[in-house]
């Protein structure tokens, strides 16, 4: 893939809860200087964004019910009203993975379709995170695409980034989109649906091995090292 190629799979996060003003302003300089699809930002900094990316193609994009989906729908869709009035042009919404764990279809079905009115009536993009560091069983992920596949969800997406299991040590960490998870959800969606591979996306490599798997977007702090690993690849570094 060239360097505009792999740019525009590119939904540049800006996420960590230590990002000040500062740092969305010049996250979004790079989103703007690479091109890529979109940024993703915090909920508060959405205007801030939509200002900043005015006149150039990059979307502004936010996260819904972030990180663990455990909002009740009411506020998810409440949230996703605000997010479109203040700039935002795609929505990344977390399942209540609580409710996905104890196989309560109906109200996780619900719960996406709430925020899905929203994004439909707001002309927005919508993208379910399935959050797949605690979504591990291959069952419930297929359930998942098979009910956003039925209510027209635009994308199903494996992680925040933020999903952080303890260890037998008692560390912190997560896995994040894995090629087993990318190759399932390709899977179990029709064409209609894209897939959106976040978590652990940080070069140039991964980023190829994703979208071969399937991925149609990719989320990643890591944007500047993917283009300009593309570009290393090109000269034969």
């Not at 997010?83 to 719960?111: F, I, S, T």
């Not at 899977?187 to 490599?205: F, I, L, P, T």
Request: proline share 1%.
């Amino acid at each position: 893939m060239s360097a505009t190629e792999i740019a525009k799979l590119i939904d540049h996060a800006l996420l960590h809860p230590t990002l000040v003003d500062d740092d969305i302003k010049s996250g979004c300089e790079t989103a703007a200087k690479l091109n890529v699809a979109s940024v993703c930002v915090k909920p508060y900094t959405i205007k801030l964004a939509a200002e900043l990316l005015k006149d150039s193609e990059v979307g502004v994009g936010t996260v819904i019910g972030f990180p663990h989906g455990s909002n009740a729908s009411e506020v998810k869709a409440f949230e996703a009203q605000v997010a479109c009035r203040d700039g935002a042009v795609e929505l990344d919404m977390v399942v209540n993975v609580g409710k996905v764990l104890q196989e309560d279809w109906d109200y996780v079905r619900e719960d996406i379709a709430a925020v899905k009115k929203v994004a439909e009536s707001e002309g927005a993009i919508l993208k379910v995170i399935f959050e797949t560091d605690f979504v591990a069983n291959d069952d419930h992920k297929v359930k998942l695409c098979e009910i956003c596949e039925s209510l027209g969800v635009d994308y199903v997406k494996t992680s925040t980034g933020f999903g952080y299991k303890k260890d037998d040590a008692g560390n912190y960490g997560y896995t994040g989109a894995t090629e087993h998870d990318i190759a399932l959800m390709r899977k179990s969606c029709s064409e209609a649906v894209g897939v959106k591979a976040s978590g652990g996306v940080r070069s140039y490599e991964d980023a190829v091995k994703m979208r071969d798997l399937g991925a149609t977007r990719l989320g990643s702090s890591s944007s500047e090292a993917i283009v300009t690993g593309e570009a290393s690849q090109q000269e034969g570094y």
